[in-house]
């Protein structure tokens, strides 16, 4: 078996995870809107969140996939449970202002025997929209669930981590592709072009996966906007140009960041480098088990600080598995106010983006907190690429 | 100026066909989440839609973009309104379960003074949780105006058809790359990689955008689950491969699927084209101003029934300007039920899929309702391509 495989046993300790949580909170049934939780839950892979689907977990049992009749067959093709628990509805209620496929999955809760008591739903996550929750809400007493199951995903076992390490190749060699092919002049589709075809052909012998978020890779004043997309304007001299990116393994995210200037750069953007390095550092010798978030958080923007710099927003997150429109796992922030205690086996997309008057600075780090401390998943060089 | 540039008359005559959808449901603002609706109304276009953000109307003046401070630089660098109509939250906000960002916008309904009367919220939208409902709920009224939007970019101006066009240029050249390059013992990734690379460096001078869903590409069995997206598996003689793809420039995109057959295919696969075939020629002959939806999906499934074969889903939907995850309009559908009148320059994806009991075939045709007729957008032939 690939060692990046999850065998039942570990789909089985996921399951007893959710169940505890359910627990704790008072909840008798769970539905999952988060395609990303709903992978996690029983391997369910497909582009089919654009119509509503969900995976429901009673008090026993496997969990339950529900969504659009077709989109059946390939949970049949990718779930671990058996045809019992894989459950369509009919195509008439897929965008029909007429009726909403929610009224069949109440009637699938009440065959179940699931409807009498607490039911837990995402409240705060995309593909669980408030027209969803008003349905169900007529013949179910709803609670919020919202980051029940995410929650449950924050430390991962050794296969996920291999993934997590396939990824990483993946990404690595989009950066070194796109220090290779980049150059003044080049229109920045057909660098994007490069940077989708190395990712799909994967790295290291595997083979990638399409991210949560496509390739940002603003230039110049756009840099000074973190989530434009591109166009075919040429690349410039004078200008930094961002690459904020992953690699995907079988829906496991290594996201990394690096900036790329043509010709000398400016002193502040040397300035800002050096910045960013040294905060760099003091985040991988404070990060490790015990450390908090915003412990983090705090040895990253004093260090900043001192350089003279400043940056409002967190300065990183959780990462694993991910669908989109976000590679986060949306539990932990690494910013102040969030006390979560580090634990082995989580990993973070340490984000020290700078954003400077007329461009920008990323120098990004996944990384696995250990036994012992903290290790980067990537090798490539912290530093401004720089091409003269 | 480029055809298929928007000027400041398009955006005006697009905020006068919102508005008067407004008055005519009664609404005295209207919060839009979609980020095609909100893109329609204004030009922003940035990848910050996993956080909340919205447009919101109100009863006279320009819209308001609303979302993300970090992403306000974006909208400044996208969108036609000025600087005062341009509202970021604090970063805090983001994904933090002790605050939520719609408290921000409630706030900022107050501040315009739209907050008294009737607010449209898109209840049924990706990107509009169940969450963001109960925090706005707490202090505006709300109504369902899901769809409101949508309904009204339905007819394409011709800046929006010039773009759908270049869209169509970009589909037919990843068509021929796929043809090109597809062979037996090829791991589909690679094929995945070149459509990708093909579908960004654009055609006929024009680059190309990201589409809303990824490339569809399954083989065989796995192209009876729809929605199935790649790995590195080789595809294989004897099989039917599924390419699902769309070509996209500037967020409007042409959706076109075709299947390739590696050796001679088997005789069912022979009369699933021909049944396809004479029922597409059926609905070309249908299609026109006056027609409606549903008499689209019958005359296709009435050509589909006397050829033996059966199809339970719609048979095509509205597109035009999308974003992740779908790239349909959501609004319209061929299928029973739907008596929505065609008209000139609304734009549908034809779509007959028929999946058969191991593998399936996929010949689908994006058309232009015309002052006269219909007029399909891509020139690639209409049949089963076979490589042998």
Same mark, same amino acid.
């Given at each position: 078996?690939?060692?990046?495989?999850?065998?039942?046993?570990?789909?089985?300790?996921?399951?007893?995870?959710?169940?505890?949580?359910?627990?704790?909170?008072?909840?008798?049934?769970?539905?999952?809107?988060?395609?990303? /939780? &709903?992978?996690?839950?029983?391997?369910?892979?497909?582009?089919?969140?654009?119509?509503?689907?969900?995976? !429901?977990?009673?008090?026993?049992?496997?969990?339950?996939?529900?969504?659009?009749?077709?989109?059946?067959?390939?949970?049949?093709?990718?779930?671990?449970?058996?045809? %019992?628990?894989?459950?369509?509805?009919?195509?008439?209620?897929?965008? /029909?202002?007429?009726?909403?496929?929610?009224?069949?999955?109440?009637?699938?809760?009440?065959?179940?025997?699931?409807?009498?008591?607490?039911?837990?739903?995402?409240?705060? /996550?995309?593909?669980?929209?408030?027209?969803?929750?008003?349905?169900?809400?007529?013949?179910?007493?709803? @609670?919020?669930?919202?980051? #029940?199951?995410?929650?449950?995903?924050?430390?991962?076992?050794? *296969? $996920?981590? =291999?993934?997590?390490?396939?990824?990483?190749?993946?990404?690595?060699?989009?950066?070194?592709?796109?220090? =290779? !092919?980049?150059?003044?002049?080049?229109?920045?589709?057909?660098? !994007?072009? =490069?940077?989708?075809?190395?990712?799909?052909?994967?790295?290291?012998?595997?083979?990638?996966?399409?991210?949560?978020?496509?390739?940002?890779?603003?230039?110049?004043?756009?840099?000074?906007?973190?989530?434009?997309?591109?166009?075919?304007?040429? &690349?410039? @001299?004078?200008?930094?140009?961002?690459? $904020?990116?992953?690699?995907?393994?079988?829906?496991?995210?290594?996201?990394?960041?690096?900036?790329?200037?043509?010709?000398?750069?400016?002193?502040?953007?040397?300035?800002?480098?050096?910045?960013?390095? $040294?905060?760099?550092? *003091?985040?991988? *010798?404070?990060?490790?088990?015990?450390?908090?978030?915003? =412990?983090?958080?705090?040895?990253? /923007?004093?260090?900043?600080?001192?350089?003279?710099?400043?940056? %409002?927003?967190?300065?990183?997150?959780?990462?694993?598995?991910?669908?989109?429109?976000?590679?986060?796992?949306?539990?932990?922030?690494?910013?102040?106010? %969030?006390?979560?205690? +580090?634990?082995?086996?989580?990993?973070?997309?340490? &984000?020290?983006?700078?954003? +400077?008057?007329?461009?920008?600075?990323?120098?990004?780090?996944?990384? #696995?907190?250990?036994?012992?401390?903290?290790?980067?998943?990537?090798?490539?060089?912290?530093?401004?690429?720089?091409?003269?």
């Amino acid at each position: 078996m690939d060692t990046a495989d999850f065998d039942q046993s570990e789909y089985a300790a996921r399951l007893a995870r959710i169940r505890a949580a359910m627990a704790r909170d008072g909840l008798d049934a769970l539905i999952l809107s988060d395609p990303s /939780n &709903m992978a996690w839950a029983t391997g369910y892979d497909g582009w089919s969140f654009y119509v509503h689907q969900a995976v !429901v977990i009673g008090p026993e049992g496997a969990p339950v996939w529900w969504g659009r009749a077709m989109d059946a067959a390939g949970a049949r093709r990718t779930v671990w449970m058996g045809d %019992d628990d894989i459950v369509g509805y009919d195509d008439s209620y897929v965008q /029909n202002p007429q009726k909403h496929p929610m009224e069949t999955l109440a009637a699938l809760l009440v065959e179940r025997g699931w409807s009498g008591g607490r039911v837990g739903v995402e409240m705060d /996550n995309y593909y669980y929209s408030a027209k969803a929750h008003a349905v169900l809400a007529g013949s179910l007493t709803l @609670v919020d669930a919202t980051g #029940l199951a995410n929650w449950q995903r924050a430390i991962k076992s050794a *296969a $996920e981590i =291999e993934r997590m390490r396939r990824a990483a190749r993946i990404v690595e060699a989009m950066h070194r592709r796109i220090l =290779e !092919v980049a150059e003044p002049g080049l229109p920045k589709h057909h660098l !994007v072009a =490069e940077i989708l075809r190395t990712g799909t052909l994967g790295a290291g012998g595997h083979w990638g996966d399409y991210p949560a978020i496509v390739p940002m890779t603003p230039s110049g004043l756009d840099a000074t906007a973190p989530h434009l997309t591109w166009d075919d304007r040429p &690349m410039r @001299v004078g200008e930094a140009h961002f690459f $904020e990116i992953a690699g995907v393994y079988r829906r496991y995210h290594c996201p990394q960041s690096r900036t790329l200037f043509f010709g000398e750069p400016p002193a502040k953007y040397r300035r800002a480098e050096a910045a960013v390095q $040294e905060a760099t550092a *003091a985040v991988l *010798a404070t990060a490790g088990p015990g450390a908090t978030c915003e =412990e983090i958080a705090a040895a990253f /923007n004093g260090t900043l600080g001192r350089h003279g710099f400043h940056k %409002d927003s967190r300065t990183g997150y959780s990462i694993g598995l991910s669908y989109p429109p976000d590679w986060g796992e949306r539990t932990m922030s690494l910013r102040r106010g %969030d006390r979560t205690e +580090l634990k082995p086996g989580m990993v973070f997309h340490f &984000m020290p983006a700078l954003w +400077l008057d007329d461009g920008g600075i990323e120098i990004t780090e996944p990384i #696995l907190i250990t036994e012992t401390g903290v290790e980067r998943l990537c090798t490539l060089p912290g530093e401004l690429f720089v091409k003269t």
